[in-house]
């Protein structure tokens, strides 16, 4: 199965612009989904396919990718942002796989 | 609005039958996947499996010797069942509806998740 790469840790200063990377090969194939989880909460589902926002997600977060890698982008950064993010797509088996998860500080 | 309702057993003892039943309320059970992702302390997301409505299963191939998913389209549930557990299956479990756009470029996504349940096993 395929895996999904995602650094451990990122920080943005309050109103600046992070992007997010995740990693991998089945990426090249299917677009990446992107979780945010909060402590002590269940994930919540930030983007999904090209660029897509469920309901009720503000527009400062946007997907985008490229080869092998896929990016969640949050311009303008706010307090309630920090959080850890998670990636997720299917493999060449058509398992779901998901990223190791980034935590993000906002400083 | 959809909502995923789940339940079951939060202790359980080594080599014991870990047992979840999630309900799904206010949406059609056909046309998704509907999956089991656990979630260790401090640690990812790990996914279990999933069925559809046909009762068509895909079962992570590290735990698939021990995971049996069903589905009971009459009551809108779905249930996992993990067998001989040990201390390393101690996670919060979540089930989560999947959608899935299979026409490339192919996506899938999860949403929405069911408040998760934290299975401890201990002696």
């Known amino acids: 199965s395929s895996e999904l790469t995602q650094d451990p840790a990122v920080s943005v200063a309050l109103g600046q612009t992070v992007r997010i990377t995740c990693q991998g090969d089945?990426?090249?194939?299917?677009?990446a989904s992107w979780y945010q989880q909060k402590p002590g909460q269940a994930p919540v589902l930030v983007i999904y396919?090209?660029?897509n926002r469920p309901s009720g997600i503000p527009d400062r977060f946007s997907g985008s990718s490229s080869g092998n890698t896929a990016s969640l982008t949050i311009t303008g950064a706010q307090a309630e942002d920090e959080a850890d993010y998670y990636c997720n797509s299917r493999d060449s088996s058509v398992h779901v796989v998901f990223g190791g998860g980034t935590k993000l500080t906002v400083l | 609005q959809v909502q995923l309702q789940q339940w079951g057993a939060g202790l359980l003892k080594p080599s014991e039958t870990l047992s979840l039943t999630c309900a799904v309320y206010?949406?059609?059970?056909?046309?998704?996947?509907w999956n089991w992702i656990r979630q260790p302390p401090g640690k990812g997301l790990e996914w279990i499996g999933e069925i559809n409505h046909s009762g068509n299963t895909n079962y992570n191939p590290s735990l698939k010797s021990r995971v049996t998913i069903s589905v009971d389209t009459s009551k809108n549930q779905f249930s996992l069942k993990l067998s001989s557990v040990t201390a390393a299956d101690t996670a919060v479990y979540y089930c989560a509806r999947e959608g899935i756009v299979v026409v490339p470029p192919a996506f899938n996504w999860f949403d929405p998740w069911g408040q998760g349940t934290l299975v401890t096993v201990s002696s």
């Open positions: 089945s990426l090249r194939s299917y677009y």
């Open positions: 206010g949406g059609s059970f056909s046309g998704y996947y």
């Open positions: 396919g090209k660029d």
